[in-house]
Every structure is written in C-alpha cells, then in structure tokens.
T-cell receptor, first 116, second 115 residues
C-alpha cells in the first residue's frame, strides 16, 4: 500500500526567500512522484514529476524536487519565492496497485503563504 | 486544447434534490477520474474510467452517488438524493494513460453546496 505525508499544513515565507515544502512517501515499489499546485478557485496543475529517471527534477516556475530513496522523501524547493507562488501544493505518489492499475494517492496539501 | 471542461462551476441545491455534474475530458485521453475535495478529508478519488468503462468505484461514498461515461467525450457524476454533507468541490481529471507516470489534467471543479 502506498501513502504520502506532507509534513506541514502551512508554510509562510517572505517574498524573495527560499521555499521548502516537505513530502515523505511510503511505497512497496519504485513509485512515481508528483507535485501539483492549486491556485485559489482553480483546478490542480502539474508542477513536476519523478518517474525513475534523474533524481533531481526541475519543474515549472523555478520549482524543483529531489527524490531521495533512502529518506523516502520528495521535497519541493524554490530558491526565491514570488507572490504568485501563494497556493496549495499537493504531493502525490503512484505505484502499481493490485491488478496492475496505478491509482494516485494525494497528500493533504500544504498551503504556501508569501508575505511581501 | 480547451483542457478538461466541467459544468456547472457552482451548484447550490436543497437537501433531497438530484444533482448532476458534467465533465468533458481532453480529446484522446483514455482515462477519466472523479475527485471530491473537502477541508476535512482532502482530495479523494471517487471513481475512474478507462475507455468509458468504470474500473474502480471503491471511493464512491454510497449508493446515492453514481457515475457514467456514455462516450469518450462526456461523463456525469450524479448524487440522488443530495445531502448537506455532500457539499464539496468536485474535480474531473483526465490522462492519456494510467501507467502511474502520466500527468493528470484537472478541470476547474464544480463547487457544490447542499442546503
């Protein structure tokens, strides 16, 4: 069975400072991992994904995440926050379920607050 | 591409009424997913389809919920009768494949309020 834990429900940063959103996962297989972003009153949009290639994954808007198998982590980072980064961020794990299908499991989300 | 289209964007109804939510996936995508998002439970997968066939509906909360996909370009999620606890944002998403590595494309959601 797979699971994902986002360690912070809220993260508050000042504009121009680094962002770190933490995600730990549990999987019996080699999982695929995703980060999605949800801006207010919008649907979710893919930021980046890891699918067993390079462990450091670069996404849109300057975000990146590093897959660390030994730590079962997939933390999301950005060197310098922008006001437009304020949103809800979801970490997602996906590995083969019974029958061979892949059902993604979403974390509870981390709300990123950016102060001017 | 117009992306995943959902209608209506907002729905307010009274307890006991039937509610139908609609979704048009991205053309060519073989998989369609229905999710529900609430503050209490986060984002929950309700059901998903592959080539118009329901594959897993274990997330559907109870018999009041039903989903159909009569063709590749249209799906509905129906709640009958609706209850206040069904109030949530319902998202439809589609993906080209479901190998676990595929991006899901989400619609803007339908915000349902049951009074």
């Amino acid at each position: 069975a797979q699971s994902v834990t986002q360690l912070d429900s809220h993260v508050s940063v000042s504009e121009g400072t680094p962002v770190l959103l933490r995600c730990n996962y549990s999987s019996s297989y080699s999982p695929s991992l995703f980060w999605y972003v949800q801006h207010p009153n919008k649907g979710l949009q893919l930021l980046l994904k890891y699918t067993s290639a390079a462990t450091l994954v670069k996404g849109i808007n300057g975000f990146e995440a590093e897959f660390k198998k030994s730590e079962t982590s997939f933390h999301l980072t950005k060197p310098s926050a922008h006001m437009s980064d304020a949103a809800e961020y979801f970490c997602v794990v996906s590995d083969p379920a019974s029958g061979g299908s892949y059902i993604p499991t979403f974390g509870r989300g981390t709300s990123l607050i950016v102060h001017p | 591409d117009a992306g995943v289209i959902q209608s209506p964007r907002h729905e307010v109804t009274e307890m006991g009424q039937e509610v139908t939510l609609r979704c048009k996936p991205i053309s060519g995508h073989d998989y369609l997913f229905w999710y529900r998002q609430t503050m209490m439970r986060g984002l929950e997968l309700l059901i998903y389809f592959n080539n118009n066939v329901p594959i897993d509906d274990s997330g559907m909360p109870e018999d009041r919920f039903s989903a159909k996909m009569p063709n590749a370009s249209f799906s509905t999620l129906k709640i009958q009768p609706s209850e206040p606890r069904d109030s949530a944002v319902y998202f439809c998403a589609s993906s080209l494949l479901s190998t676990g590595r595929d991006t899901q494309y989400f619609g803007p959601g339908t915000r349902l309020t049951v009074l």
